[in-house]
């Protein structure tokens, strides 16, 4: 009979691409295990098989408890984990790359490391905010600007169709129920869609912390991404979810957000968007699934790995 430990970690092909996945699954007040490569939900209901595989991001609400075994396989299958609570919505999150190669972790450094390459990596990702105004010679400032501009904008817009009265936007660490409706709205939506960028960014390969708009913090890079579909599906479904009432908003908001998710097969959309601000050639992926593991020479020079060059000339 085989263990946990003695399965071998799947290979990227035996895998569902992110894109491919279920956005998210909340979950609270039970126990998470694994059986075989599912995940089970325990609770007073009963238990409930959820292939592990097709995760985008596991919320784990109040009252939740979670195995070793369970966090094992999540991890096996890159799918990403966040602890998230009704006072403050924390966050914490985790997964494997789904990826093998080191690419677009690479050309993410590439990018960042540079001050001008970083500038226009931000400046891709503002073209995405705003398709009809090329922001190629805005500076940092004029970008922030506009940017906040844009939020306004779209809290404006939100309240005036939805009908539910906005003031300005409130976030009270440590004290979620402090905000009306529509900020907590915006706050539960936030910290999903962190999640789910988190879980992309992972999945990918990239590093959570190298961000291109955001800085100084360990999710920078997550933040940007998120903050990308911001006014366009989390403010939204924050609103729709409000317009219902002040109770349960949290919730509400996080079915809202799925379904929109889901609608507009946004997963898919956040893979590609990532690969095009960084201004990565997918053709640069190795062909099959095995794992290419190179040694650097002089020169920008990449020579097989897995063996021992002694004094042999490389070349």
């Given at each position: 009979?085989?263990?946990?430990?003695?399965?071998?970690?799947?290979?990227?092909?035996?895998?569902?691409?992110?894109?491919?996945?279920?956005?998210?699954?909340?979950?609270?007040?039970?126990?998470?295990?694994?059986?075989?490569?599912?995940?089970?939900?325990?609770?007073?209901?009963?238990?409930?098989?959820?292939?592990?595989?097709?995760?985008?991001?596991?919320?784990?609400?109040?009252?939740?408890?979670?195995?070793?075994?369970?966090?094992?396989?999540?991890?096996?299958?890159?799918?990403?984990?966040?602890?998230?609570?009704?006072?403050?919505?924390?966050?914490?999150?985790?997964?494997?790359?789904?990826?093998?190669?080191?690419?677009?972790?690479?050309?993410?450094?590439?990018?960042?490391?540079?001050?001008?390459?970083?500038?226009?990596?931000?400046?891709?990702?503002?073209?995405?905010?705003?398709?009809?105004?090329?922001?190629?010679?805005?500076?940092?400032?004029?970008?922030?600007?506009?940017?906040?501009?844009?939020?306004?904008?779209?809290?404006?817009?939100?309240?005036?169709?939805?009908?539910?009265?906005?003031?300005?936007?409130?976030?009270?660490?440590?004290?979620?129920?402090?905000?009306?409706?529509?900020?907590q709205g915006v706050t539960?939506?936030?910290?999903?869609?962190?999640?789910?960028?988190?879980?992309?960014?992972?999945?990918?390969?990239?590093?959570?912390?190298?961000?291109?708009?955001?800085?100084?913090?360990?999710?920078?890079?997550v933040l940007d991404v998120?903050?990308?579909?911001?006014?366009?599906?989390a403010i939204p479904a924050?609103?729709?979810?409000?317009?219902?009432?002040?109770?349960?908003?949290?919730?509400?908001?996080?079915?809202?957000?799925?379904?929109?998710?889901?609608?507009?097969?946004?997963?898919?959309?956040?893979?590609?968007?990532?690969?095009?601000?960084?201004?990565?050639?997918?053709?640069?992926?190795?062909?099959?699934?095995?794992?290419?593991?190179?040694?650097?020479?002089?020169?920008?020079?990449?020579?097989?790995?897995?063996?021992?060059?002694?004094?042999?000339?490389?070349?």
């Amino acid at each position: 009979m085989s263990t946990v430990s003695q399965r071998s970690a799947s290979s990227p092909r035996e895998l569902n691409r992110v894109g491919d996945r279920v956005s998210f699954i909340y979950l609270e007040r039970c126990t998470v295990h694994r059986e075989d490569n599912a995940i089970t939900a325990t609770d007073t209901d009963g238990v409930t098989h959820i292939p592990s595989a097709t995760i985008g991001t596991l919320l784990l609400g109040p009252g939740t408890r979670v195995t070793h075994q369970a966090m094992s396989v999540l991890g096996e299958c890159g799918a990403g984990v966040a602890w998230v609570g009704e006072q403050g919505v924390r966050f914490y999150a985790g997964g494997r790359a789904l990826t093998r190669s080191s690419g677009l972790a690479e050309a993410q450094a590439t990018a960042w490391a540079d001050r001008r390459t970083r500038l226009e990596v931000a400046r891709a990702m503002y073209r995405l905010r705003f398709p009809d105004d090329d922001p190629s010679d805005r500076t940092r400032q004029q970008l922030l600007n506009m940017e906040g501009r844009r939020l306004k904008e779209c809290y404006r817009r939100e309240s005036a169709r939805t009908g539910v009265p906005w003031h300005r936007r409130e976030y009270h660490r440590g004290d979620f129920a402090a905000g009306d409706a529509p900020n907590q709205g915006v706050t539960a939506a936030a910290q999903c869609m962190y999640g789910i960028a988190h879980a992309v960014v992972s999945a990918l390969g990239c590093s959570p912390a190298l961000g291109f708009v955001h800085s100084g913090h360990e999710q920078s890079f997550v933040l940007d991404v998120a903050d990308l579909y911001k006014t366009e599906v989390a403010i939204p479904a924050a609103f729709d979810a409000a317009a219902l009432g002040g109770e349960d908003v949290a919730t509400r908001t996080r079915r809202a957000l799925r379904d929109r998710i889901n609608r507009t097969d946004l997963l898919s959309r956040c893979v590609r968007d990532i690969k095009s601000v960084l201004g990565y050639d997918a053709s640069r992926d190795p062909a099959d699934a095995r794992d290419h593991v190179s040694l650097q020479s002089d020169g920008n020079r990449h020579v097989d790995g897995g063996r021992n060059y002694g004094d042999e000339p490389i070349w």
